[in-house]
């Protein structure tokens, strides 16, 4: 244990929703202020001082619980050591993490469409390609952009493709993917577009850029039913649904669309999808890409293609309120997906300039703080998918040129308070 009397740093840590902004160890103390002004004391702080960057802080004899507070430093390189997989010499469409941060599918533009890596038990940032093996039936075609996606427990795999039978459902028994013999099919030979699980596995919204746009099934064991005739959803956006994300506590589907109204959002009650027209406050201005909810499903994301922003809204009941993010890319960034950290405090944004990668902070007072950008010298274009490991313990990028996915190891490490954090209901 070492200490410096007087010694200083800023933007150490997070203590519950408050950032600190600085640390002082006074005779003996160790001192925390937060941006709101709160002052917390006690604390034991481990290693050679002054701490370097990026910076470990081990917190011992706190008045908090330990799952409430992060123990690094986000400085240069905070989000560093990239690392690559050896991945087919093919574009990378779309990546999807396994919700118990073991597996890594990956979709393709070339055959074989799907791979399945594994991440080591003893470094967790190697990724083993599980082989040809892993997955039974393979796809026939490529997937969209937001075409995989792993059931809340695991379980199953959903795969889009461009070709019949369009939609497939893999079951995952160990390190094999298993395609179910009786497959959903579609509601019309429309390839799909995205696909997106309800928070208990019941549901599996799939999206389309032509008729239906949008159907969404129900999953009793390995069976999918279409939800219609009374079920399902009440209203049909009519145009190109660019993704759906189901909200954390079950209750809301949004959708993101390529035309006005450009946000579509749903109430579920029973199997019933009701349309709520006056749900947001303020729409979307321009061509949506993605939809976003933290964690706590108290706030929701749109990321816009033409009008280069990100819409953020913070909802009570049925009220989605917009919070004035603008400018918070630059003129010339195209956002083209996001992604929230585990813990609801971080929003990676990917878009069509360099560096390709933007990283934000949530504030305590509903604003953001942009962070230091990633080491991007291996991208040359954006991200087609964007995503944070369960844990918080990396953010992964697939794009088209060759390596095709790069992940970032996060010096925060694990981030626990993402499993304890209340879900606003």
């Not at 019309?188 to 389309?208: E, N, Q």
């Not at 878009?351 to 991208?379: A, Y």
Request: glycine residues 8%; neutral net charge; hydrophobic residues 35%.
């Amino acid at each position: 244990m070492a200490s410096v009397t007087g010694y200083e740093y800023s933007k150490a840590m997070q203590i519950k929703d408050e950032s600190v902004i600085s640390a002082q160890i006074i005779n003996g103390v160790l001192i925390f202020t937060t941006y709101g002004g709160t002052q917390f004391s006690g604390g034991v702080v481990t290693g050679d001082l002054p701490l370097s960057q990026p910076s470990i802080v081990t917190l011992g004899a706190f008045d908090k619980e330990p799952e409430d507070v992060l123990v690094s430093e986000w400085n240069t390189g905070g989000i560093n050591a990239s690392t690559t997989m050896a991945t087919f010499g093919s574009t990378s469409d779309n990546i999807a993490w396994s919700p118990d941060n073991l597996y890594l599918a990956q979709s393709y533009a070339a055959p074989p469409y799907l791979k399945l890596f594994k991440r080591s038990a003893l470094l967790d940032n190697v990724m083993t390609d599980l082989g040809s093996g892993a997955v039974v039936t393979p796809p026939t075609d490529r997937a969209a952009s937001g075409g995989s996606s792993w059931s809340p427990d695991g379980k199953y795999l959903a795969v889009c493709q461009g070709a019949a039978p369009y939609l497939n459902i893999y079951k995952r028994s160990g390190d094999v993917l298993t395609r179910l013999a009786s497959t959903p099919g579609t509601v019309s030979a429309v390839p799909p577009i995205g696909v997106s699980w309800s928070p208990d596995g019941r549901y599996l919204s799939v999206t389309y850029a032509l008729s239906p746009f949008i159907a969404i099934y129900k999953r009793s064991g390995d069976t999918f039913t279409l939800l219609s005739g009374g079920t399902g959803p009440t209203s049909n956006p009519g145009v190109w649904v660019t993704s759906s994300r189901f909200s954390p506590n079950g209750r809301y589907l949004v959708l993101s669309l390529n035309a006005s109204p450009y946000a579509f959002v749903y109430k579920r009650n029973a199997d019933v999808f009701s349309y709520l027209p006056f749900a947001l406050d303020f729409f979307p201005t321009a061509s949506a890409s993605e939809v976003g909810w933290s964690p706590d499903s108290a706030y929701l994301t749109i990321s816009t293609i033409d009008s280069k922003d990100l819409f953020y809204y913070k909802r009570t009941a049925d009220a989605f309120v917009n919070l004035n993010t603008s400018g918070l890319l630059s003129s010339s960034q195209n956002p083209k997906g996001h992604s929230w950290s585990p813990d609801g405090k971080y929003i990676a944004i990917s878009h069509d300039v360099s560096p390709f990668v933007s990283i934000f902070r949530r504030r305590f007072n509903d604003t953001f703080e942009k962070m230091p950008d990633l080491d991007t010298s291996m991208l040359f274009n954006a991200p087609t998918s964007i995503a944070w490991a369960p844990d918080g313990s990396s953010l992964s990028l697939a794009f088209g040129p060759s390596p095709h996915v790069l992940t970032y190891k996060s010096a925060l490490g694990k981030l626990k308070k993402a499993a304890t954090k209340a879900i606003q209901t």
